[in-house]
Each structure stands twice: as C-alpha cells, then as structure tokens.
C-alpha cells in the first residue's frame, strides 16, 4: 500500500541538468533511507546516492561534484538533481525507499519506484 512516484525524466544534451523525483504514498510514518540507482543495458543496476532522513547523504564516486540528492521529510519526497550530465549517465534511474515505517508495531519494509528513463544525448 506504499507506492512511489517518479517523475522529472527526459532527454537532456549533455553538459545540460536535469531534476528527478519521487513522492511516497500511503500510510508513512517515516522513511529512514531515500535513494536513487540507476541502470543502464547490459549493466548491473547501482546506487547513484542516498539520504537518510537526518540529511546525511552518499554518492558513488562518478556522480560526486554533479549530483545532489535531497528530501523532503514531511511530503516523503526525495530529489536529484543532476548537474554537468554525461553521455555515461544515461539509464533508467530508480526511486527506492528503505526501511519505511507504517506503524510503531510493524516492521519495515522496502519499496522501489518503477523507473524513469533519463537520456544524454546530442
């Protein structure tokens, strides 16, 4: 009964910047970790970065310096905007949310976003 919500894909040239998100849906308590993974074909899907619902945050190595990931705590909403974009940046990127909890007595669960394409391309 969690659902999560992309939105912010697209074709971009690259240098150019574009703004992903993800809402969250349903009875939330809180969401202890939002993040983003991508995939592209033929290669394994990987965390692009996360942040934890204190604000602390973790990018992999190619991304740092062009992306930056942020939420909204109180909508369940989390961003990436990405800046500098590269032909390599080009997948489905994935909204994901760890450990979310729906009640004090339940235990938490996962739930992954169903994909948005982002293209860099001339």
């Known amino acids: 009964q969690v659902q999560l919500a992309e939105s912010g894909g697209g074709l971009v040239q690259p240098g150019g910047s574009l703004t992903l998100s993800c809402a969250a849906s349903?009875?939330?308590?809180?969401?202890?970790?939002m993040g983003w993974y991508r995939q592209a074909p033929g290669k394994q899907r990987e965390l692009v970065a996360v942040?934890?619902?204190?604000?602390?945050?973790t990018y992999v190595d190619s991304v740092k310096g062009r992306f930056t990931i942020s939420r909204d705590n109180a909508k369940n909403t989390v961003y990436l905007q990405m800046n500098s974009l590269k032909a390599e940046d080009t997948a489905v990127y994935y909204c994901?949310?760890?450990?979310?909890?729906?009640?004090?007595?339940?235990?938490?669960?996962?739930?992954w976003g169903q994909g948005a394409q982002v293209t860099v391309s001339s």
């Open positions: 349903g009875r939330i308590l809180s969401i202890a970790v």
């Open positions: 994901k949310a760890d450990r979310v909890m729906m009640s004090y007595w339940d235990p938490v669960s996962d739930y």
């Open positions: 942040i934890t619902s204190g604000g602390s945050t």
